[in-house]
């Protein structure tokens, strides 16, 4: 797989399941797939987890994270679920992945964060939502990575890489 592919597989989960706006009802998404999301203060950087057998799918979540950290989470551990089928444990944590059955590898962690972010900030959704600030000229990058992500409820700092990857973005500012 690659990231391509994982992006495809979010947008056609969305599709699935009907959603066509910002914010994505991320709970919903993992609920849909069988998933319980499961909210508990975890100890060092552990920022969530998927545990899955034949009788359950479970999606454990750091609760001492801000909210928007919280959301790119689960959607970053559904990625994993849809993304990475027969992989029974993920846990992943802000400095990396640890898989704490099979060793875990960067390939993986790369799809589950690009899910996520097409999961979270679909670019049909982006592309539109910029058509609209943009028309207000006056609007300056900063500004626009502020109300997008509010408008998106994941970090500014997700809104301003995904604007970048999309092209909306350069280091120097919008892209004309």
């Avoid at 699935?16 to 706006?21: P, Q």
Wanted: net charge negative; no cysteine.
């Amino acid at each position: 797989m690659n990231l391509w592919d994982a992006e495809r597989e979010a947008t056609q989960l969305l599709d699935k399941l009907g959603i066509e706006s910002a914010p994505v009802p991320v709970e919903e998404v993992a609920r849909s797939l069988g998933a319980e999301v499961v909210y508990q203060a975890f100890e060092g950087d552990v920022s969530g987890m998927v545990y899955r057998d034949p009788a359950k799918k479970l999606v454990g979540v750091n609760s001492s994270h801000a909210p928007n950290r919280q959301r790119f989470t689960v959607a970053h551990e559904v990625g994993h679920l849809v993304l990475h089928e027969g992989k029974p444990v993920f846990v992943d944590s802000f400095e990396g992945r640890i898989n704490w059955r099979d060793g875990a590898s960067a390939a993986e962690e790369s799809e589950a964060n690009a899910f996520a972010a097409e999961l979270l900030m679909p670019r049909i959704f982006v592309d539109r939502e910029v058509k609209k600030a943009l028309q207000d000229r006056s609007l300056s990058p900063a500004q626009l990575i502020a109300d997008m992500a509010k408008a998106f409820k994941v970090s500014q700092e997700s809104m301003r890489y995904r604007l970048e990857n999309l092209g909306v973005l350069d280091p120097g500012g919008l892209v004309s």
